[in-house]
T-cell receptor
Framework: DTEVTQTPKHLVMGMTNKKSLKCEQHMGHRAMYWYKQKAKKPPELMFVYSYEKLSINESVPSRFSPECPNSSLLNLHLHALQPEDSALYLC?????????????FGPGTRLTVT | GENVEQHPSTLSVQEGDSAVIKCTYSDSASNYFPWYKQELGKGPQLIIDIRSNVGEKKDQRIAVTLNKTAKHFSLHITETQPEDSAVYFCAALSGYSTLTFGKGTMLLVSP
């Protein structure tokens, strides 16, 4: 089983709202990732967690706050977003961070900021 | 850092034809090259990958080839079907780094 699940599928939020995106995997993977994808573009890396610790933050604005409560769960907390943050947010996982390990993506959360 | 170029950006074929998508990478230390298929409204799906110690890998109608000397790798789809229509992304991974993606190829297979 190579399934990564994400909730919700769709989210519409105002610029003053606080919301969270959730991601879960039960493959025993110890690396988890958040990506942002705009239409007709490749996924753009935001954060990497390795063994539940934040190892990469690609200069993402502080209105995005990641959290890794345990080895199976990954959250992305959203606050005071801008309309340009509207995108598909993808979660992914791999066995460990680094080379030669497959990275599997979830179905994504389609976020619209109004 | 790594840079991945992908061509073509769009590819239209007739059902039953073959399709080839090509990528080049810049970092000679890259050693893992996955291909993802992304259908509209879905997340990227890993369809095949190749490691730098292998020159070719096949899985039914899909094959990937790697030329380390020239630093390029290609995806080959034979006997294309309408359900192969999607955006395809190549990627490269170097050492303890993260995936670098190509810009994607929109494949359209006409019945």
């Amino acid at each position: 089983d190579t399934e990564v699940t994400q909730t919700p599928k769709h989210l519409v939020m105002g610029m003053t709202n606080k919301k969270s995106l959730k991601c879960e995997q039960h493959m025993g993977h110890r690396a988890m990732y958040w990506y942002k994808q705009k239409a007709k573009k490749p996924p753009e890396l935001m954060f990497v967690y390795s063994y539940e610790k934040l190892s990469i933050n690609e200069s993402v604005p502080s209105r995005f706050s990641p959290e890794c409560p345990n080895s199976s769960l990954l959250n992305l907390h959203l606050h005071a977003l801008q309309p340009e943050d509207s995108a598909l947010y993808l979660c992914a996982s791999s066995q460990v961070r680094g080379s030669v390990y497959e990275q599997y993506f979830g179905p994504g959360t389609r976020l619209t900021v109004t | 850092g790594e840079n991945v170029e992908q061509h073509p950006s769009t590819l239209s074929v007739q059902e039953g034809d073959s399709a080839v998508i090509k990528c080049t990478y810049s970092d000679s230390a890259s050693n893992y090259f996955p291909w993802y298929k992304q259908e509209l409204g879905k997340g990227p799906q890993l369809i095949i990958d190749i490691r730098s110690n292998v020159g070719e890998k096949k899985d039914q109608r899909i094959a990937v080839t790697l030329n380390k000397t020239a630093k390029h790798f290609s995806l080959h789809i034979t006997e294309t079907q309408p359900e192969d229509s999607a955006v395809y992304f190549c990627a490269a991974l170097s050492g303890y780094s993260t995936l670098t993606f190509g810009k994607g190829t929109m494949l359209l297979v006409s019945p």
